[in-house]
């Protein structure tokens, strides 16, 4: 019984996508090009880009629909989350978790 105790505990915080109200997006995330901070606001995640090069830079918000967050214009596309919850896929580019400091 403690087992399943802990074993549901670590689940619960275990950082991801994977929670128990839908997916954890938020937080720093950075792929090769491009830094995305991400904040849930309400039924909506706000998306801050942010690209040395300038490209893809900007706020952008989109409602979590389909296990994944809808974008829309001007940057539209759907940012998804990996199986095992450690990577973002968004406008062909793949995400890592920026450890939290």
Not at 12 to 17: H, I
Not at 49 to 60: C, D, E, M, R
Not at 76 to 94: A, P, Q, R, Y
């Amino acid at each position: 019984m403690t087992l399943i105790i802990l074993l549901a505990a670590a689940w619960l915080v275990t950082p991801g996508c994977s929670q128990i109200d839908g997916p954890n997006f938020s937080g720093k995330w950075q792929s090769a090009h491009v830094t995305l901070e991400i904040a849930r606001n309400g039924e909506n995640y706000i998306v801050k880009a942010s690209n040395p090069a300038g490209l893809a830079n900007g706020t952008f918000a989109g409602p979590y629909k389909d296990g994944q967050i809808a974008i829309g214009a001007p940057m539209v596309g759907n940012i998804t989350c990996s199986k095992e919850g450690d990577h973002l896929f968004w406008g062909g580019e793949e995400f890592s978790r920026v450890p939290a400091k």
